[in-house]
């Protein structure tokens, strides 16, 4: 039987290579003397680990950081081991196990992650620490306990909950995190996000761990003039028709045409991540043209009003916005949904 290729996509997502390398070398540069690192979890917020941790190792990047364990396979084909680092930590003597036999590093959290550690021989290591967001990470009364102090730590991590506002509780956690320094030895210290970089140098410490802003996003005013937008997406038209007055389109009929109109159904929905609530107001370009969306968003198409550029047809591709931070308030959607949210069809 003969291998049979699959016709091309409907759909399509490019990742802008000099932009998302520009991006680090960006934040890198504000980060002053702390070098920065890349979260890479989830999926590179859903632009693909494949496509982007080679551009970001290629701009200089030397640290990555993941969520999950089950995320290492994807990163490790194009970085060292050392290089990684898994936020979630040692849940289970497994994961100790496979951080021993591969070199990733693992985030310690907990007093029980870190005896677990050490019961299955120990070594380097990171800790968090947490200083107000209150998700993970050992307290700061924990910092004297034998079983930290005996831990072999690299990086004192803490992580900002408020950093995308000018909020008391960001001089807060830089002080509490500020005390713990002293407490308890470590090589370097961390606790700077995207949105923490743009806080200034007293944010900075060692080492920096942006994401979002990595990928586009723009978590606070300062950092418009220096991130570029990575993610590009188009969609092709699948169908054109005409209805007529009176007739409705989609789900739940939450359009009703007040004349005739030439529209098109288009290759993307919410199984894609076009969440509904891109929807109403939404509109898909072409040419600089705007395309308003009509009615309810579906898991593999919407439908396009065609009065601004009837010339198009089956086949026809047309851009999806993504600038995050004009979409994200067109939507409601956060940045980081916006991204995250990208489907498999998309993806693959």
Known sequence: MHETSAPPASLRLTVNDDALGANWRAL???????????????????????????ILRDAGCDQFFVAHWSEVAEVIRHVSPEQIAVLHGPLRDADAD??????VVPVINSL??????IARGG?????????????LGVSPDQLSDSVIQSLSIDTLLSHLASADEDSTMNARQLEAFRACLP???????????????????????????????????IPRPELEDAIRQVASIEAAIIQTRTIGQGESVGYNCTFTADREMRVATVSIGYADGFLRARGPGGVLQHGGRELPILGKVSMDMIVVDLANAPGLEEGD????PFNLPDVARQSSVSQYELLTTIGRRLRH
């Open 317 to 320: 591709w047309l851009e999806v």
């Open 98 to 103: 496979y951080a021993m036999a591969t070199g």
């Open 183 to 217: 407490l308890v030895q470590h090589k370097s210290a961390s606790l700077a996000n995207s949105a923490g970089i743009a806080l200034g140098p007293d944010y900075a410490f060692d080492l920096t761990r942006p994401g979002l802003a990595l990928y586009g996003g």
């Open 28 to 54: 890198d540069a504000m980060s002053g003397a702390a070098r920065a690192a890349a979260a890479v979890k989830a999926d590179c917020y859903g632009l693909g680990a494949d496509t982007c941790v080679p």
């Open 123 to 135: 070594g380097r290591c990171h800790l968090m620490i947490d200083t107000g967001i209150n998700r």
């Open 112 to 117: 029980d992650q870190a005896q677990r550690w």
